[in-house]
């Protein structure tokens, strides 16, 4: 079974990108070494860490191994270089008019849409950018509907919300105030409940005798 490929990416996260860096320049450096010995060649390396710092590893004297490296890309022999620079060029500029025209097309097609330069379309064409306009409003009503659908439940339960809020106030002072209307009622009654004591205590005694007055009664009754 063969594998894909995996994709290199940037890391992310600055400490494990940190990592990697000096365990990769680590062993770059080491292979360049063992290159440098096992083979008897020429090595000179150059890396600059993201914080700009220089690590270099050459086997012999690295100024001499840079101007031999530009003499031999200004000779003859770095002709293949030069024409692989070339061809590089030719490349990114086809690259570059493909997107050119790229955005042409889209730059027509949304005049298109917005209703010009619709003198040269046919039937068909016409029919197409109907048909393309016709879904993107069914696309953006539904968007809208559903859009409103969620504020009106947003709404309602804002709504809701208030109404508990205010009910729980007004039961709050309902109860607070059957309290009060308690409290003034058993004061009333207890103050009455005195009263007709006292009244009790002052009856004038009203009754008349007829007859031979008994020992310690007198014909007439005497005021209390």
């Known amino acids: 079974m063969v594998r894909g490929k995996t994709q290199m ?10 990592v990697t860096f000096s365990k990769r320049r680590n062993g770059l450096l080491k292979k ?5 010995v096992l083979c008897d060649a020429e090595v000179g390396l150059i890396v600059f860490s993201p914080r700009g710092k220089l690590y270099e590893f050459a086997n012999s004297n690295m100024q001499k191994t840079l101007e031999r490296y530009q003499r031999y890309t200004k000779d003859g022999n770095g002709s293949i270089n030069n024409k692989a620079v070339e061809r590089n060029v030719q490349h990114w500029k086809y690259e570059t008019a493909q997107m050119a025209n790229k955005i042409e097309l889209l730059e027509v097609s949304k005049r298109k849409l917005l209703g010009e330069n619709l003198g040269s379309c046919p039937i068909e064409e016409l029919q197409q950018i109907e048909n393309q306009l016709e879904r993107s ?7 809208k509907t559903q859009l409103f659908t969620e504020q009106i439940e947003q709404l309602k339960e804002k709504q809701e919300r208030s109404l508990a ?4 106030i007004l039961s709050k002072k309902i109860h607070f105030q059957c309290e009060i209307h308690s409290q003034e ?9 005195p009263y007709e004591k006292s009244t009790q205590h002052h009856d004038v005694e009203t009754e008349l005798h007829i007859g031979r007055p008994e020992s310690g009664r007198t014909l007439y009754p005497q005021q209390r």
């Open 185 to 193: 009622q058993s004061k009333s009654e207890r103050e009455i409940v």
């Open 137 to 143: 409003l069914t696309n953006i009503r539904g968007r």
């Open 165 to 168: 809020e205010q009910n729980a």
């Open 9 to 18: 990416r940037r890391i992310e996260n600055a400490t494990s990108r940190q």
């Open 32 to 36: 360049a070494f063992e290159l440098s």
